[in-house]
């Protein structure tokens, strides 16, 4: 049995462009216009309208938090000016998830940009940091008083690999040298809005908030313990998983880790050539684990290893995001307890984490995979946009619930 404090957070996380839908002003839908990814987000969930409902589910299933991002290309559409109607949707949205007694986190950047931001250039332009600042001062000023945890950007090197490696995510660039530029210039925009809102809770004598990023983490594992792989592990999770936060954590930007886990990935390179050892080369799955419906290995023991590897950071961690997509629904319940089980292995090892978030709370838009992947705890049936609470989400809420897991 594992008993988790009674402190303890327990949600789903979502975001604005996967379930809102209707996200007009961002560079993800311009490019799904023109045919990028493989179908467009669309109404996606109609989360906007429906989000009161939403949370009414979140709550029954015994959830004291919720996970979101706002969108800044509605609040900002044109650069410099910031609409009121969608200042005021913010606002009421938080003052819903109040009333639902769910514990609001609040994401800042969750992948897409405005396009009149992605026009210069988005994360790429040494400036960026420049640009997203008066966002971040406005909306968080505007909605300080109910907010305390905030996430300033989802993933940052996922994003800066997806979209300038791999180049399948807008806007398709593929180049090693541009992706350091911006993850560059995200560690910049972090660490300036860490500031911002912490000035902001100190001129308004607000408790000091809570501000971290979200932190994809990945267990690195060798596919045959040859030397070369285990120096690729060894350079690419100080590269992947240990690089940016360092960075952060020098400039005192930091007051949790926020860990978003999901899958291990198998390191077996070809070369010792920088590009191999950090890039390339993991092209075969080797491995006999089971998977999700997208092709992840299910690696629950990989959520100990990083609780571990951060714990010498000496912050509280915060699971932002955990979750499998699949279409067998006790293939979701399996996964949320395994990792759950992990997760309590830590902390009886003295990692000290404030919450678990999964992902997500509904199915919705999976980026450039569309729609088929269903991640969600609640099921959307996207012809007529009704919610269907799943199995594994019941059995997860008895955890939520007791705050154990038997
Ligand atoms: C992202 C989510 C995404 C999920 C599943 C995370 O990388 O933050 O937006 O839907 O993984 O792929």
Redesign the pocket.
Known sequence: MIQFPHTFLWGA?T?AH?VEGNNTNNDWWEWEQKGGGKEPSGLACRSYDLYSQDFDLARELNHNAHRLSVEWSRIEPREGEFSQKEIKHYRNLIHCLREHSLEPVVTLH??TNPIWFANKGAWANRRADRYFLPFVEKIVEELSDDVRYWVTI??PM?YSYHSYILGVWPPQVKSVFKAQGVTDNLARGHIAAYRCIHDIYRKRNLPAPMVSI?K?AQAFVACQPSLRNKFGVYMRNKHFNLDFIDRIKRHSALDYIGI?Y?SRSLVDVDSFSPYDLFVGGCKKNHSALAKNS?GWDIYPQGLYDILLAYQKYNLPQFIL?N?I?TDDDSQRWNFIRDHLINLGRAMDQGVKVLGYIY??LLD????D?GFA?R?GLIEVDYATYKRTVRDSARKFSDVCKRGVLS
Do not use: D
Request: aromatic share 24%; with cysteine; charged share 15%.
């Open positions: 996380a975001s996967q969750h992948f989802n993933e996922v979200a994809n978003n999901y997208l995001e979750g997509c992902w997500s919705n838009y999976e980026w995979k992947p991640f």
